[in-house]
């Protein structure tokens, strides 16, 4: 940072005194191109007004979510653990500090997740799968999402939420769904 600021300020002063006005004589206080850069400048604030409102667009957007079939999990963030309920079979997978939770889901079936946090902001993140959902206190996150191959992933929270943020992880262990059917009918 030292260097950079140390380069910015060197040029800087290198340009003072390079290109200092030589002449007594009082600028006109118009350009000679007031149409260019007048043009210029519409051009910049209508680039400027597409991309806010293309943001706004894509934030505003709700994913949809399968209104039948598949897996449904109700999932609660509270600092510094996950909690997975499975809302068909009523079995729930809370985290301790000792143990993460395990979600475990069945391969290539869709997983409608409810969440919500139960304090400060969190977010669902499973790198592998390249997913990040965030999770408001109050405010339900509604998302689907399944799993192509079996295996097992991990799964943190993306959101710092206070100082043990970095224990707040869960692992995903994808199954086959006969594996998931013993495993939702067990105790």
């Not at 007594?24 to 409102?53: H, I, M, N, Q």
Request: net charge positive; with cysteine.
């Amino acid at each position: 940072m030292v260097a950079v600021a140390a380069i910015v300020f060197a040029l800087v002063c290198f340009a003072l005194v390079r290109y200092r006005r030589r002449t007594d004589a009082v600028p006109r206080g118009r350009d000679k191109r007031p149409v260019a850069e007048s043009l210029y400048a519409l051009g910049l604030t209508a680039v400027a007004v597409a991309l806010v409102t293309l943001t706004f667009r894509t934030e505003d957007k709700v994913d949809p979510v399968s209104s039948s079939g598949g897996v449904r999990v109700n999932v609660v963030a509270f600092q510094w653990q996950w909690r997975f309920r499975y809302v068909d079979s009523g079995k729930t997978v809370i985290g301790s500090d000792e143990r993460p939770a395990q979600l475990v889901v069945p391969v290539r079936t869709p997983i409608r997740f409810d969440g919500v946090s139960r304090d400060v902001i969190h977010s669902l993140w499973i790198p592998s799968v390249r997913f990040k959902r965030d999770e408001f206190p109050k405010r339900h996150t509604r998302f689907d999402l399944s799993f192509d191959r079996v295996g097992t992933y991990i799964g943190r929270c993306a959101e710092f939420c206070g100082l043990r943020h970095t224990d707040m992880s869960f692992t995903v262990r994808v199954v086959s769904k006969e594996a998931f059917r013993r495993w939702a009918a067990g105790p």
